[in-house]
């Protein structure tokens, strides 16, 4: 069954994702809970989100989601060298992501509670900033700042960010070289507002595909690739 109606959906009108819940009856209340909270969030209309296949090792429970940031229109205000791009016919993806709950109501000791949220956020970025010793901090920084800007109470925190640089030889030497930044995190709800967690999620995904950000005092990382 489908617990959201479709015209609710993220894709339709920028609201809370459509979670499937099939057997909802059998899963325990904490649970439940979880998945109304995570329905009622408003995620930035910019980041797209769906429900995607959760894993199925990590905990009893889980619920997974993803988003995609595109190319915005011609009529999303575009900052910076996007402007003298003409419109694509088909939009580029700019960043993209991953939001995992996961739930065990007996807990686990590196979680300290009984909830923890895993995310993961991708874009590609100017080849300028490939080099840039300081853009796995710059991210991790962000990270910390957006949750807090939000208002997600969490607890054991911890993740990577990765930089990698692809470059191509022999037959494929035409292709040109790409710089991507991964940020891989998780942490440990510690209030009732999970919602929040996705909020804050989607738009660290908008934020690293560049857009401008909507809460004051929230930077989006520099020079992210647009052409």
Same mark, same amino acid.
């Given at each position: 069954?489908?617990?959201?109606?479709?015209?609710?959906?993220?894709?339709?009108?920028?609201?809370?994702?459509?979670?499937?819940?099939?057997?909802?009856?059998?899963?325990?209340?904490?649970?439940?809970?979880?998945?109304?909270?995570?329905?009622?969030?408003?995620?930035?209309?910019?980041?797209?989100?769906?429900?995607?296949? %959760? &894993?199925?090792?990590?905990?009893?429970? %889980?619920?997974a989601l993803r988003a995609e940031?595109?190319?915005?229109?011609?009529?999303?205000?575009?900052?910076?060298?996007?402007?003298?791009?003409?419109? &694509?016919?088909?939009?580029?993806?700019?960043?993209?992501?991953?939001?995992?709950?996961?739930?065990?109501?007996q807990g686990q000791e590196t979680?300290?509670?009984?909830?923890?949220?895993?995310?993961?956020?991708?874009?590609?970025?100017?080849?300028?900033?490939?080099?840039?010793?300081?853009? %796995?901090?710059?991210? /991790?920084? /962000?990270?910390?700042?957006?949750?807090?800007?939000?208002?997600?109470?969490?607890?054991?925190?911890?993740?990577?960010?990765?930089?990698?640089?692809?470059?191509?030889?022999?037959?494929?030497?035409?292709?040109?070289?790409?710089?991507?930044?991964?940020?891989?995190?998780? /942490?440990?709800?510690?209030?009732?507002?999970?919602?929040?967690h996705l909020e804050a999620w989607?738009?660290?995904?908008?934020?690293?595909?560049?857009? &401008?950000?909507?809460?004051?005092?929230?930077?989006?990382? &520099?020079?992210?690739?647009?052409?």
């Amino acid at each position: 069954m489908t617990a959201l109606d479709p015209a609710g959906s993220a894709r339709g009108r920028g609201l809370g994702p459509q979670i499937s819940t099939p057997g909802i009856d059998e899963l325990p209340e904490s649970f439940r809970s979880a998945l109304g909270e995570l329905r009622r969030a408003r995620p930035r209309h910019q980041a797209l989100v769906e429900e995607i296949p %959760a &894993p199925v090792k990590l905990a009893p429970y %889980a619920v997974a989601l993803r988003a995609e940031v595109l190319e915005p229109s011609a009529k999303t205000p575009v900052h910076g060298p996007a402007r003298l791009r003409p419109a &694509p016919e088909e939009p580029d993806m700019l960043a993209t992501g991953r939001f995992i709950l996961l739930h065990d109501p007996q807990g686990q000791e590196t979680w300290g509670g009984t909830f923890r949220v895993v995310i993961y956020i991708r874009a590609e970025l100017d080849a300028d900033m490939g080099n840039d010793p300081l853009l %796995a901090e710059v991210a /991790w920084t /962000w990270l910390s700042d957006s949750l807090d800007q939000c208002g997600v109470e969490h607890s054991h925190a911890g993740g990577t960010a990765t930089r990698i640089l692809s470059e191509s030889f022999g037959s494929l030497e035409e292709r040109r070289a790409s710089n991507t930044v991964e940020l891989r995190a998780s /942490w440990t709800p510690t209030g009732s507002h999970l919602g929040r967690h996705l909020e804050a999620w989607a738009d660290m995904v908008c934020s690293f595909a560049g857009l &401008p950000p909507l809460p004051d005092g929230v930077v989006a990382l &520099p020079h992210v690739r647009r052409n």
